[in-house]
């Protein structure tokens, strides 16, 4: 079976500072997904990529970036971390009209 | 986008069944219903998808109404190892690209 292997599992910045955070996955599914969870909240999107080289929006994209550079992978890059934020980012893949499957998260801690 | 409505909590006792309903009263003709749980310190796992009528596989069944307007997710005797985070979630199949939107859910507390 595939899996989704999200590095870090923990991640702690201090403010201002650029963080990245990597998936991969070996399902060698055509879509890929940043998600992002507060404590006790459901999931935002932050960013999704149909294909390599493709990304797409979503509904918080504002203060991140994304790079799919290669089919199997999917990074995302906070580009000035706020002070005291906490919430844990979630990737996903998924290939054509299956339900997407997730990675075990990165949680992010900023200082 | 429909909008979903579950209970916020539940709580059962292990070697129950449990029945978590969801409400999804906007639910458009090309849109499916997925069932996602999610653990602490982990992400939302699939468990299950259907459009109408009755789905079963090895961990769970799913009712929809035939209005489609209300779908109930069992989970036939429960272990402490079910306590998580139910959601439901309605979307549309769009190819590639599959957005779930998700909500506060139903956490499942399961009692020993």
């Known amino acids: 079976g595939g899996i989704i292997t999200q590095t870090p599992k923990f991640l702690i910045g201090q403010e201002g500072q650029k963080l990245t955070l990597k998936c991969q996955q070996n399902?060698?599914?055509?879509?890929m997904y940043w998600y992002r969870q507060d404590s006790g909240k459901g999931l935002r999107l932050i960013y999704y990529?149909?294909?390599?080289?493709?990304?797409q929006k979503g509904d918080l994209s504002e203060g991140y970036d994304a790079s799919r550079e290669k089919k199997s992978s999917f990074s995302l890059t906070v580009t000035s971390a706020q002070k005291n934020e906490m919430a844990v980012f979630l990737c996903?893949?998924?290939?054509?009209?299956?339900?997407?499957?997730f990675g075990e998260g990165t949680r992010l801690s900023v200082l | 986008l429909a909008k979903t409505t579950q209970p916020p909590s539940m709580e059962a006792y292990e070697g129950q069944e449990v029945n978590v309903s969801c409400s999804h009263t906007?639910?458009?003709?090309?849109?499916?219903i997925y069932w996602y749980r999610q653990v602490p310190h982990q992400g939302p796992q699939f468990i299950i998808q259907?459009?109408?009528d009755y789905v079963v596989n090895e961990v769970a069944s799913l009712f929809i109404s035939a209005d489609r307007k209300l779908s109930t997710l069992s989970l036939p005797w429960v272990s402490l190892r079910d306590a998580a985070v139910y959601y439901c979630?309605?979307?549309?199949?769009?190819?590639?690209?599959?957005?779930?939107?998700f909500g506060a859910g139903t956490r499942l507390a399961v009692c020993p």
């Open positions: 399902f060698n599914h055509d879509t």
């Open positions: 990529s149909i294909t390599e080289n493709d990304l």
């Open positions: 259907g459009y109408k």
């Open positions: 996903a893949s998924s290939y054509n009209n299956q339900a997407p499957l």
């Open positions: 979630i309605v979307t549309a199949l769009s190819g590639s690209f599959n957005k779930l939107t």
């Open positions: 906007n639910i458009a003709t090309s849109e499916y």
